[in-house]
């Protein structure tokens, strides 16, 4: 990590490792918080059955297939059910938008003080490019 300042403004620089662990982390302990904003997680089944062979691991949950379903190129959404509207991420997303993070909450997560708030918070930031709920 990073901090790049200048005279108006300052922000984080994370690597493509930590963006991914952050997210990871997120997925973990904010899928559930989010879900009371009527946001549910969409994915390709197809992308799903794929990532989960792919992984080599004996205990495998949830949230590492979500994000092999990214590594290997597929994506992930977001659905609005209230709204209908859908937010799609790809890998990209994640390394691009995880650091722009608030930086309260961004900073709770790399100081493993982190909890479902914070998770929700990198969550929507990710997908939403923005916090909207809560």
Do not use: W
């Amino acid at each position: 990590m990073k901090i790049l300042k200048n005279k108006t403004t300052m922000k984080v620089k994370l690597t493509k490792k930590e963006s991914i662990n952050y997210f990871y982390n997120a997925l973990c302990n904010g899928l559930g918080y989010v879900s009371a904003y009527g946001l549910e997680i969409e994915y390709s089944p197809d992308d799903y059955s794929m990532a989960k062979r792919n992984l080599k691991i004996e205990s495998i949950c949830f949230e590492d297939v979500l994000i092999e379903i990214l590594k290997t190129g597929g994506t992930l959404s977001l659905i609005d059910t209230e709204a209908e509207e859908t937010f799609s991420i790809k890998l990209n997303d994640v390394f691009e938008r995880v650091q722009t993070t608030p930086l309260c909450h961004l900073m709770d997560m790399i100081n493993e003080t982190d909890d479902a708030v914070t998770a929700d918070v990198i969550l929507q930031t990710v997908f939403l490019n923005d916090v909207i709920f809560g």
